[in-house]
Every structure is written in structure tokens, then in C-alpha cells.
């Protein structure tokens, strides 16, 4: 064999093996990418609640969006509450790994974490475009992954109703002294405020709101918007509807997820798993926006509903009381100051922005002129 061809040879069969390692190499990685995985999501509500369970952005959209952008290589079976497990026994799940999934309100855990809370809705807090750029672009997604870690979780906002209503009343609310005494369903922060000014606070499921209101056996109830509360049938019950939106602004679905199954997944299936949540997050809001408003139309004219807003002496002592209870929460504990002074902060930039162009706005498009 001459030089030459001895030196092409040599050449050819460095280039081969180079290949052949190279190929060794890679086949884990091609094997991972094609890798298949099944996971189970339970859920705090109810079979067939809408944007909760059911329809465009809920979490049963959500896991079809998944399967459908992975291509069948990210399966999630849904279960809804009572088909798995009870209604807030997510949390404890997917932190034990029962399941790789819940789908929930970050407020149903406040007796394990404080600061869950303000990944949910703050009274007098942000709206849901508000909220939005606080989590996705000032450091409240961040803030959520940290307060959960200890926990073993991670979590992302799947969903939002936009602004709810205060609730329905039995009898109207002229003053402050109308709520000593009243017996109201209200979860969450607003119960704690509510509380300061003599209200009885009832924690109440979805299901038992109606027949709780129409006996008496409670004299106001709050749930979630007109849509989701003719579902329910509460204007059977209660005629006097009130708003503000005071004690949830806006109202996030968290996707919670356990630490360890999150990281077995590829990237490619993270970055999956975060769009179709983020996708859902705007299209269950848009849902709300275009069924509400026919909605509150239909209670108002065909049930004789009347719709109002609360007292300003109301709503006056409430921010003021939701400040104290806020503040007084955030110095027991650090990682909750932290989430506190961090959603407080956001809020106050972002609220001096609405002031002069979402409040303009709607006070022009509300008057009365030609386009009305």
C-alpha cells in the first residue's frame, strides 16, 4: 500500500469511527426524546364545572393541548374531584407524588402557606392584566417556584375569571351596620376581613351554596362571576348583587406539579407543558369575558336581579381593614414579606399606569353619546 492511499485509508477510518462514537453518543438522547410519559392530574372541582373542569382553557383543555403539541409523548388523564381523590386533597398528592398533577386555587392551601395566596388574588389587589405582568414579567413566577420548593413543587398560572363579584345578598347592603351578624360564604383573605366588621363566615363548597342560601341558612354567598353563579341558580336564592370585585380582582387556576416528575421531562416537553398552560391562562379568561356579560344581561332583565355596587363607606373600611390584616400577616414571616412587599410594590407601579389609561378609557366608553 503507498503512502497515499495508506494516509487515505487512516483517514477515512478516523472520520468512521469519529461517526460511529458520535452515533453512540447521541442514542441516549434520541432514545429520551421519543420517550412516552403518562401522568395523572386531579382537580378541587367538581365533573362538568365549567372553565374549572370543562371548556376552552380549563384543565381538561390543557391536557389535550399537551397531547396534541407532544405529539402523544405527554399523555395526562384528568380526574376531577371525588374521581381520584377529595376535593383539596391535591396539594398533599403531588407533593407525595400520587400524581404528577393538581389543578386548583394557590388560596386553598393558606393553612400550609401564607404567601400562597397572593398567586391566587390579593383584596384590592391586580387585576388580571395586572397579575399577568407581575408573575411573567416582575418576578412573581419566580417568587412562587421559591415559596414552593421546600415543598417539592413547582407551579404555573393555568387560568384566570378576571374580576368576580362581592356576591348575592338576601337583603340589601346600605351601611356598614348591615353586615353585623350576616352569615356569608366568602373563602380565602376577604373572610378574614370580613370578620372585622361582624360578619359570620361560612366555608361552603360549590354544590351546597344554593340550598344553604335559599333555607336561610346563610344570608349572603360569594362564588365567582354571573355565569358560573346562574349555573349554581343563585338568583333563585338572593336578588341583590353586588360588585367591586374588591376581595378578588382577578382569580388564578394554579397548575401545581411535582419537583421530581417536572424534572424527568425533557425540555422540550417543559417548554410544552409551560405554552399550553400560559395558552390556557388567556383563553379561559377571554371564555369569562364573553359569557358574562350576557349573563349579568339575563339575571338583571329576566330574573329581576338587581345589580349594584357596595356602599363607598363599605368599601372604604375594607381596604382598610384588608391593608392591616396584609401587613400584619407579612411580619410573621419572611418568604412571606418578601411576596408581600414584591405584589405590593407591582401593584402601586402598575395601578398609577391604569389611572390614566384603563380608567380613561372605561370612563368614556361608558358614558352615554352616539355608539351607545
Partial sequence: MTNVKRRDFLTKSAIGAAATGAAVIAAPNIVRAEETFNWKMTNAYGPGSPFYVTGPGSPEDFCKRV???????????????????????????????TVEMNAANAYFWAGKIFA??????????????????WLYHAGGLDLWHEVYKPYGLVAFPMGNTGVQMTGWFREPINSLDDFKGLKMRIPGLAGKVYQQIGVEVKLLPGGEIFPALERGVIDAA?????????RLGLQKAAKYYYTTGWHE????????????AWESLPADLQAIVKNAAQACNLDSH???EANNAAALRD?????GV???????????KLKGITKETLEAEAAKDPITKKVHDSFMAFRDTHREWAAVSEKPYHGIISSKDGMS
Fill in 67 to 97: 397531547t396534541e403539541m407532544s405529539n402523544g409523548r405527554l399523555n395526562i388523564q384528568h380526574f376531577a374531584a371525588g374521581e381520584l381523590i377529595p376535593a383539596l386533597e391535591g396539594f398533599d398528592a403531588v407533593q407525595a407524588g
Fill in 116 to 133: 400562597a395566596q397572593y398567586f391566587t388574588t390579593v383584596p384590592f389587589g391586580l387585576n388580571f392584566q395586572g397579575m399577568n405582568a
Fill in 299 to 303: 339575571l338583571v332583565e329576566n330574573f
Fill in 222 to 230: 360569594e362564588f365567582v362571576g354571573p355565569y358560573q353563579d346562574r
Fill in 249 to 260: 380582582p382577578s382569580n388564578v387556576t394554579e397548575l401545581l406539579i411535582n419537583q421530581k
Fill in 286 to 288: 377571554s371564555w369569562c
Fill in 306 to 316: 338587581t345589580a349594584q355596587t357596595l356602599p363607598d363607606e363599605v368599601v372604604v
